[in-house]
């Protein structure tokens, strides 16, 4: 009897205890959150420290400058974009434009950790705060800009989607790729546009899908399949590590738009627009025609107000983002502007050289356009 | 009465080489016919192999990246250190050697004289140097261990303890870039490197979870039971790549927002968890081969369940079953190479990077080759370990 | 007086075994829930500051994607469930494909390890140590890109006798293409199944009456040809028009096409479950006690006839348990298919975790997914194991 009585209060107290903290469940964002569960489940969750999703402003700028380097996700597979040598650096497009960010924050270009993401798991690892800023030749779209948690930064190479081929087959144009086989990387718009394009041109086809750019050229190569699609960028940057570059020829059909730029998640404003005016940086740097050889002297005589602002001489802009005045400056000496970064991965002295097309500043017929800074 | 010398010894067949055959390779029809097939199979499969291998196939892909095989993208001016806690290991092994398996002369041998075979492999001459060193760490300690047997015992097992955070810190490193040990990131650990590590992490951490799991399945209280079970065949329901793929991508969303974890810890975990399913089945059928009656004296002694079950069942169980223990082991070595799907640069993983060079391309075949042979001869060297280990402690015999 | 002695003899409720153990459980269960709601909210949380909302209605939408081989028709214009589907059929048909065929050859491995010729002993014993001690992983890698990606390519394709076409790009074999009368004909297989379960179980019936024994497996088989011939010939058109692989253009065409990627992960699997299989069908046949044999023997059975009729029966006892956890392995073995590219449910999971950016919810099916798959096999092999147990007085 004493034992039932003693079991009974226990289990009462239990219930009461638990139902005193009742109804306190947070919702995040305002969404009623029905719980069709008992009470137990209602009640432990206030109980806990609730991790109510921060202000968001700030917080990513606050990590980055307490942790002391910026986590960079960036390819290693892709020469002139990112691509890590034998030695174990980073070089490439990509990767210059994380060392200008970290240039802006710290001052010093070389703070700044390179992580090598898939196509795959590029997305998860911005959305779990694994990495800072993704700079991976990611396509900017609708899509992604919404149901993936990601904010695309300013575009800052314009490309489009090609094809391809080894010069021995005599195919010149996609619709002699006919009951063919396309290598294509998964996790890509590449691999939406390629079934697009197809299905509209009447072209039926078999695609071979590989996980990352290393065993969709591999199998490219072996002849698993008689073409190879992705960006054009992609394809030139690939071609230089093939056994025989001239072997194989780039169709010249372009199949879509793709606009590559850095991107960063969801939820704080400040950091996007740290990484954004980086990239305006850049456009500026090349449009005032500052190089990291003449910007300490253009910095001390300067008279164009516009560059005195970029350069930190005048106003407060830096600190309106959070950085130092020098922002910029740091940017332009420690990195370059758009054209040194340019001409230092894809230019004409290097293997993987593209003729800059759009990816000229709007004076020249291009597509680069700074906005004013004030 | 029969004289002893007027008995005819019994006939014995003569045995000779022609008689052999005749029984055992072309005993009827069938037989002969299936020894030709046989014969033609394997003159075809070795001329075949060995023409590759030996004209054929590019060995400098292999030669070129041992590096990159085996340490990963580890800073070569660090690998000093590794190399010391290699050779802590083989002293280790050798004072083992010398003071528990003082007669099994073949594999006392075999192990410590392994280093100074690799030297024959293409290595450079640093690491050829390193190499001697090993050999001698080794001989040292099995000096050491004939020498002073019982007084060592305990430093031994000490030794082994800590041998694996010993090892993570030399790894890792502790001071700042121009310190004595600078802090080696975790993303530069690759290759066999990695793939040890993760073997032996797993293994460390999934065998406490395994016999918790065991035990909770075995017990009287229905919800440890339920969840026990409900975990167990989770677990082994599902695939070793999706759990990987969860800890990958769904611990980090697990946390609160601003705490990161490494992946190569997401990986551990993953393998930890995966294999403590698999072991808890294991032990699961250790405790059952108890009979009762060894409970039962252990009550009646007076000690309770839990000392029961720590001094006088697991002690027991642990070791009817450590033959499959050491299968599950080596199941969990193979299945590190998994981690490479994720993304990791472990054995498996660098190889692709190795093959993406431009010098190296399309040489899939040399360099998977190596890749087998190197888990070929790991496992193998294991499992002919845990058949010795079985005869000598007499499992299943007392 | 004794009551108060039967007072000093209760046991505290805080000492009471029976309510520690309750409490025990409560207090388990507690921390559980706690762990388990601290987890939910963190991933609320995280899914939310993205603007994700969980859920499974984004199945719906339209995958955009093509996908390299399916078993039902698939276009980019099919749902993401769709493509899902297409991955589930894939892994299934490498399942079943893998699980029969690596049943086969590990019968024979197992029975080749125990055979008193030499040569094909070592041979067994060899191929079972080889394949048992490597990583499936690197195995699989190896069998793709160094064998199957090496094969030559179209423009000069080996043709083995047959008519089987070996190239890069696949394997052709010549298969057998339905026409319009092959409905009927299926209409006509199952008439004749069921005539000849039909003669099975009067034959059986006959046998336990009289005591006599029919020939009962070649009448049912029998009658089952007889059937599936008539129909063949009686129908206007014949059900099946057998088609030659041949090289059209920048593939293959006609006959089946089996790709580099199924045939390489089919292949690899059987290959590597069968050396398992093998090993536990030998101690299966060793745990058969040498007196049933001799005991054959003196009853004038031959080899093949003992292993058929007294050796095999008992084995099975023994071997059904670990056979049944080969299968399984081998079923989730097939999830490897993401390494050699081939679309399996989970490699398609992957593809739409990617283009939807769902990871939680598609992992979670994925393993469902599994979990299913593990389910029934393990049930229909325990019902298996149930009918065949020893059945102890």
Redesign the interface.
């Given at each position: 009897m004493?034992?039932t009585f003693?079991?009974l209060a226990?289990?009462v107290v239990?219930s009461l205890a638990l139902a005193a903290c009742a109804g306190a469940s947070?919702a995040?964002?305002g969404e009623t959150v029905t719980v069709k569960e008992t009470v137990?489940?209602t009640v432990?969750?206030p109980?806990?420290p609730?991790?109510?999703?921060?202000a968001?402003y700030g917080?990513t700028l606050e990590?980055v400058k307490a942790r002391g380097n910026l986590i960079c996700g960036v390819n290693?597979?892709v020469p002139g974009f990112g691509y890590v040598g034998?030695d174990?650096n980073y070089s490439g497009f990509d990767v210059d434009y994380c060392r200008a960010l970290a240039a802006a924050i710290f001052g010093d270009a070389t703070k700044v950790?390179f992580?090598?993401?898939?196509?795959?798991?590029r997305?998860?690892a911005l959305?779990?705060?694994?990495i800072d800023v993704l700079s991976r030749n990611t396509t900017w779209s609708l899509v992604r800009d919404?149901?993936?948690?990601a904010n695309f930064v300013h575009t800052t190479f314009y490309d489009g989607q090609g094809m391809m081929v080894p010069t021995a087959s005599g195919i010149t144009s996609l619709e002699g790729?006919?009951?063919?086989?396309v290598c294509v990387q998964?996790?890509t718009t590449t691999?939406?546009n390629?079934?697009?394009v197809?299905?509209s041109l009447g072209v039926s086809y078999?695609?071979?899908?590989?996980?990352?750019a290393?065993?969709t050229f591999?199998?490219y190569?072996?002849?698993?399949c008689?073409a190879v699609t992705t960006d054009k960028s992609g394809l030139v940057s690939r071609r230089?590590?093939?056994?025989d570059p001239a072997a194989h020829v780039i169709l010249d059909v372009t199949m879509s738009k793709e606009p590559l730029g850095p991107v960063v998640?969801?939820?704080d404003d400040q950091w996007f627009d740290i990484a954004q005016w980086t990239v305006f940086a850049l456009f500026a740097g090349e449009e005032f025609d500052i190089t990291s050889a003449n910007v300490d002297s253009v910095k001390t005589s300067a008279t164009a107000p516009e560059v005195k602002r970029w350069l930190g001489v005048e106003g407060d802009l830096g600190l309106k983002l959070g950085l130092g005045n020098d922002w910029a400056y740091n940017i332009l000496k420690l990195v370059g502007n758009y054209e040194e970064v340019y001409n230092r991965n894809l230019g004409p002295e290097t293997p993987t050289y593209i003729p800059r097309g759009y990816n000229s500043q709007y004076t020249d017929g291009g597509l680069l356009y700074a906005p004013p800074a004030r | 009465m029969t004289d002893m010398n007027s008995i005819l010894p019994p006939l014995t067949e003569r045995s000779n080489i022609l008689r052999w055959l005749r029984k055992n390779l072309f005993g009827s029809w069938v037989d002969a016919l299936l020894t030709i097939l046989g014969a033609l199979v394997i003159y075809w499969a070795v001329k075949g192999l060995l023409t590759w291998a030996l004209t054929v196939a590019e060995w400098e892909v292999v030669s070129a990246n041992m590096r990159l095989l085996m340490i990963g993208?580890y800073?070569i001016e660090q690998a000093w250190r590794l190399w010391i806690a290699l050779g802590f290991l083989t002293f280790l092994m050798g004072n083992s050697l010398a003071i528990w398996a003082r007669r099994s002369y073949l594999v006392s041998i075999v192990l410590l004289a392994l280093p100074a075979l690799l030297v024959y492999l293409p290595f450079g001459d640093e690491p050829r140097k390193w190499l001697i060193i090993l050999t001698a760490s080794g001989l040292v300690g099995w000096g050491m261990g004939c020498a002073r047997p019982e007084v060592l015992k305990r430093s031994v097992i000490a030794g082994w303890v800590i041998s694996l955070p010993v090892f993570i810190l030399l790894t890792r490193g502790f001071s700042s870039a121009e310190g004595v040990m600078p802090i080696v990131?975790t993303?530069?650990w690759g290759g066999l490197l990695l793939t040890f590590l993760l073997t032996a992490v797993g293994i460390l951490f999934s065998f406490p979870l395994g016999v918790l799991l065991a035990l909770g399945r075995r017990s009287e209280l229905p919800i440890i039971r339920w969840s026990s079970v409900a975990y167990i065949e989770l677990v082994r329901g599902v695939p070793l790549i999706t759990i990987l793929f969860m800890a990958?991508?769904i611990l980090?969303?697990f946390l609160?927002?601003?705490m990161?974890i490494d992946?190569i810890l997401r990986a551990m975990v993953g393998i930890t968890l995966f294999s403590a399913a698999y072991l808890a089945e294991n032990v699961r059928g250790g405790l059952q081969a108890i009979p009762n009656g060894q409970f039962e004296a252990a009550q009646a002694l007076g000690l309770n369940g839990a000392q029961a079950m720590i001094f006088i069942i697991l002690p027991q169980a642990l070791r009817l079953i450590i033959p499959i223990l050491v299968g599950q082991f080596i199941a969990v070595f193979k299945d590190t190479a998994l981690v490479a799907?994720v993304?990791l640069l472990d054995l498996v993983g660098i190889a692709?990077?190795v093959?993406?060079?431009?010098d190296f391309?399309?040489l899939?075949r040399e360099v998977y080759a190596f890749i087998s042979l190197i888990y070929w001869v790991l496992s193998y060297g294991m499992s002919y370990l845990s058949q010795r280990l079985e005869e000598k402690l007499g499992v299943g015999k007392r | 007086m004794q009551r108060e002695a039967r007072h000093k003899t209760?046991i505290p409720?805080w000492r009471?075994e029976?309510?520690l153990k309750?409490?025990g459980q409560?207090a388990f269960v507690?921390a559980l829930?706690?762990v388990g709601?601290?987890i939910?909210?963190?991933m609320?949380?995280?899914l939310?500051?993205?603007?994700?909302a969980p859920g499974y209605n984004f199945l719906k939408g339209l995958s955009?994607?093509?996908?390299?081989?399916s078993l039902f028709p698939y276009?980019?214009n099919s749902s993401y469930w769709q493509a899902y589907l297409v991955g589930l059929l894939n892994t299934l048909s490498v399942s079943i494909v893998g699980v029969v065929l690596s049943t086969v050859f590990g019968v024979i491995l197992g029975v080749a390890r125990l055979s008193k010729n030499f040569l094909i002993n070592r041979l067994a014993a060899f191929y079972l140590e080889l394949i048992r001690n490597l990583s499936l992983l690197v195995f699989l890698i190896f069998w793709y890109?160094g064998v199957f990606?090496?094969l030559p390519?179209v423009k000069e394709a080996v043709v083995w006798p047959g008519d089987i076409i070996l190239t890069?790009?696949g394997v052709g074999i010549p298969w057998g293409l339905p026409t319009a009368s092959y409905p009927t004909f299926r209409w006509i297989l199952l008439i004749g199944l069921l005539l000849a379960i039909g003669v099975f179980l009067a034959l059986r019936a006959y046998s336990r009456r009289t005591g006599r024994a029919p020939l009962t497996t070649l009448w049912t088989i029998l009658t089952f040809i007889f059937v599936a011939l008539a129909g063949w010939f009686i129908l206007p058109e014949k059900p099946l028009t057998w088609e030659l692989p041949f090289v059209?253009?920048?593939?293959l065409?006609g006959g089946k096409i089996l790709s580099?990627e199924y045939i390489a992960l089919t292949s690899g699997l059987i290959l590597y479950t069968s050396a398992f299989i093998g090993e536990v069908v030998r101690a299966g046949i060793l745990s058969v006690s040498g007196g049933q044999v001799e005991a054959a023997r003196a009853l004038g059975l031959n080899g093949f006839q003992t292993l058929r009729l007294i050796v095999f029966p008992q084995a099975l006892r023994v071997i059904i348990p670990p056979l049944t956890s080969q299968y399984l392995n081998l079923i989730k073995n097939s999830s490897l298919a993401?390494a050699v590219?081939y679309?399996d449910v989970f490699y398609v999971s992957?593809?739409i975790?990617?283009?939807?950016?769902r990871?939680v919810e598609m992992i979670l099916l994925v393993m469902v997914t599994y979990l299913i798959f593990s389910l029934v096999t393990s049930v229909f092999m325990n019902w298996y194991n149930q009918r065949i147990k020893l059945v102890e007085r």
């Open positions: 004493r034992k003693a079991i226990v289990l239990f947070t995040p964002y137990v489940v432990v969750a109980a806990a609730a991790v109510v999703a921060p968001g917080v990590t290693a597979q034998a174990g950790e992580r090598p993401v898939t196509a795959a798991e997305f998860t959305q779990s705060g694994e919404t149901e993936l948690g790729l006919e009951g063919g086989t998964t996790g691999e939406l390629l079934a697009d197809m299905a078999t695609p071979a899908v590989y996980e990352d290393d065993s591999a199998a190569a072996e002849g698993r008689d230089t590590v093939l056994a998640r969801h939820g | 993208q800073p990131g993303n530069l990958q991508l980090p969303l609160p927002a601003n990161t992946r799907i993304g692709k990077s093959l993406a060079q431009p391309l399309g899939q | 209760t409720f009471d029976r309510i309750i409490l409560v507690l829930l706690f709601s601290l939910y909210q963190n609320q949380a995280g939310a500051k993205q603007g994700i955009g994607f093509d996908i390299g081989e276009d980019r890109l990606l090496k390519k890069n790009r059209k253009g920048l593939n065409s580099p993401i590219g679309p992957n593809t975790q990617h283009q939807t950016g990871s």
